[in-house]
């Protein structure tokens, strides 16, 4: 079993930062890769951001040059640095890892609960 706990969220003003972070716990041999997703009021679920564990980084459009993901291979935690938030940027956001599994060396998906971040004056 592996638990993704998320932590970070919450109000903040049009223009200000906040900082998410995701650690897991559990049955891990090694991450792939660690992913942010967000899905809005009545929108789907859409990818943020994602971080291989080589280092590389994508971002969605809507982010990038705001939004920074980073992580710590050591305490297998992602983060997610968000600049200049709008209000457009209000959503649940959700951690998502891809790794191995160490009891039988399979690939497998684990998802945090989500935590809301709502940018709003």
């Known amino acids: 079993q592996v638990q993704l706990v998320e932590s970070g969220g919450g109000l903040v003003q049009p223009g200000g930062s906040l900082r998410l972070s995701c650690a897991a716990s559990g049955s891990i041999f090694s991450i792939y890769t660690m992913n942010w997703y967000r899905q809005g009021p009545g929108k789907q679920r859409e990818l943020v951001a994602g971080?291989?564990?080589?280092?590389?980084?994508n971002y969605a459009d809507s982010v990038k040059g705001r939004f920074t993901i980073s992580r710590d291979n050591v305490k297998n935690t992602v983060y997610l640095q968000m600049n200049t938030l709008k209000p457009e940027d209000t959503a649940v956001y959700y951690c998502?890892?891809?790794?191995?599994?160490?009891?039988?060396?399979?690939?497998?998906?684990?998802w945090g609960q989500g935590t809301q971040v709502t940018v709003s004056s």
């Open positions: 998502n890892f891809n790794y191995v599994r160490n009891t039988d060396y399979l690939r497998a998906d684990a």
């Open positions: 971080i291989t564990s080589g280092g590389s980084t």
